[in-house]
C-alpha cells in the first residue's frame, strides 16, 4: 500500500509568486490533514478534510491559502502571493474514518525569498 | 484551543541509556495520545499511542506514560540507539464529530552519541 505522498519535496519561490502543494493520502482515507512547522516550532495544524468537505480550517493564517479536495481524493494547497513568513515545511496526513492514526507525508519544504 | 508542550527542546543522551521525552497538555477532555518520531527528510511516523483511560502502555524498548492528574505525557525509550535519534513529538488528539484531530507540541530532538 502506498503511503501519504508529497509533492514538490522543495520549493523555492520568491515573495509575491504563488506557489501550490499537492498531497495524495493513502487510498481509502477520508480524513485529510494538512500542517505546518515553521523552524523549531509546533507542527501547527492547518485544516482538515474529511472527504471532499472542509471540517475544520481554523488553522489556515489568513486568506492567502486557499486549500481544496475535489472529488475526496488528492488535495491541493496554494499560497498566493507567498510572503516570507510562509517558509516552512508543511505535510499532509491522512487516516480512515473514525481512527486515531494518522499517516504523514515527507513533507514539502517551501522557501520564500 | 489545546496546548501541547514539550519541557526540553533538545535531550542528549550515550548509546545504551535510557531516555525519558516529556509533553504537557492543557485539556482534560482529550481522547488519545500519540507519539510520533520524525527523522531528518522524512515525515512524523507514528511510534506508540495511549488512551485516555489508561496510564501506561508499552511497545518494543518504549513505554508510554500517561498522567491525566497533572496533564502529562513521557515517551520512554530503553538502551537508546543511534537510529533513535529524531525530533519527538507527542499529539493530543480531541474527538471533533467522527473524526480526531490531532494537535502537536514543538517536538524535542534526541541526539544519541555513541
Known amino acids: 500500500e502506498a503511503g501519504v505522498t508529497q509533492f514538490p519535496s522543495h520549493s523555492v519561490i520568491e515573495k509575491g509568486q504563488t506557489v501550490t502543494l499537492r498531497c495524495d493520502p493513502i487510498?481509502?482515507?477520508?480524513?485529510l490533514y494538512w500542517y505546518r512547522r515553521v523552524m523549531g516550532k509546533e507542527i501547527k495544524f492547518l485544516l482538515h478534510?474529511?472527504?471532499?468537505?472542509?471540517?475544520?480550517e481554523s488553522g489556515m493564517p489568513n486568506n492567502r491559502f486557499l486549500a481544496e479536495r475535489t472529488g475526496g481524493t488528492y488535495s491541493t494547497l496554494k499560497v498566493q502571493p507567498a510572503e516570507l513568513e510562509d517558509s516552512g515545511v508543511y505535510f499532509c496526513?491522512?487516516?480512515?474514518?473514525?481512527?486515531?492514526?494518522?499517516?504523514f507525508g515527507q513533507g514539502t519544504r517551501l522557501t520564500v525569498v | 484551543g489545546e496546548s501541547v508542550g514539550l519541557h526540553l527542546p533538545t535531550l542528549s543522551v550515550q548509546e545504551g541509556d535510557n531516555s525519558i521525552i516529556n509533553c504537557a497538555y492543557s485539556?482534560?477532555?482529550?481522547?488519545?495520545f500519540i507519539w510520533y518520531k520524525q527523522e531528518s527528510g522524512k515525515g512524523p511516523q507514528f511510534i506508540i499511542d495511549?488512551?485516555?483511560?489508561?496510564d501506561k502502555r508499552q511497545g518494543q524498548r518504549v513505554t508510554v506514560l500517561l498522567n491525566k492528574t497533572v496533564k502529562h505525557l513521557s515517551l520512554q525509550i530503553a538502551a537508546t540507539q543511534p537510529g533513535d535519534s529524531a525530533v519527538y513529538f507527542c499529539?493530543?488528539?480531541?474527538?471533533?464529530?467522527?473524526?480526531?484531530?490531532?494537535?502537536f507540541g514543538r517536538g524535542t530532538s534526541l541526539i544519541v552519541h555513541p
Open positions: 496526513a491522512s487516516s480512515r474514518g473514525g481512527r486515531t492514526e494518522a499517516f
Open positions: 487510498s481509502g482515507h477520508d480524513n
Open positions: 478534510f474529511v472527504k471532499e468537505s472542509k471540517q475544520d
Open positions: 485539556n482534560s477532555a482529550s481522547d488519545y
Open positions: 495511549i488512551r485516555s483511560n489508561m
Open positions: 499529539a493530543v488528539l480531541t474527538r471533533t464529530g467522527g473524526s480526531y484531530i490531532p494537535t
